[in-house]
């Protein structure tokens, strides 16, 4: 099974953008002004990376939420 790619939307206050970056690389793929359109292009991403993840980060860094494209683990039995 692969390894799952994982996405990390997060606010940053000193330049007040929304970065992507991903789960172990020190720079961002990528910086938006936006949080809607950095969130449009996490997902995708996430999506391309197959199985991919994307995790929601709000203002204070906490998490938000998550998307999981691919092999999500269940959390309740059916």
Wanted: charged share 30%.
């Amino acid at each position: 099974m692969a390894k799952r790619t994982v996405y990390h939307l997060s606010h940053h206050a000193g330049t007040k953008t929304w970065k992507i970056k991903r789960e172990g690389l020190a720079k961002p793929v990528k910086t938006f002004r936006l949080k809607k359109t950095a969130l449009a292009f996490g997902q995708r991403l996430a999506k391309k990376h197959f199985p991919g993840q994307l995790k929601i980060h709000d203002r204070w860094g906490r998490l938000q939420n998550e998307y999981t494209y691919g092999n999500d683990p269940r959390r309740y039995p059916s």
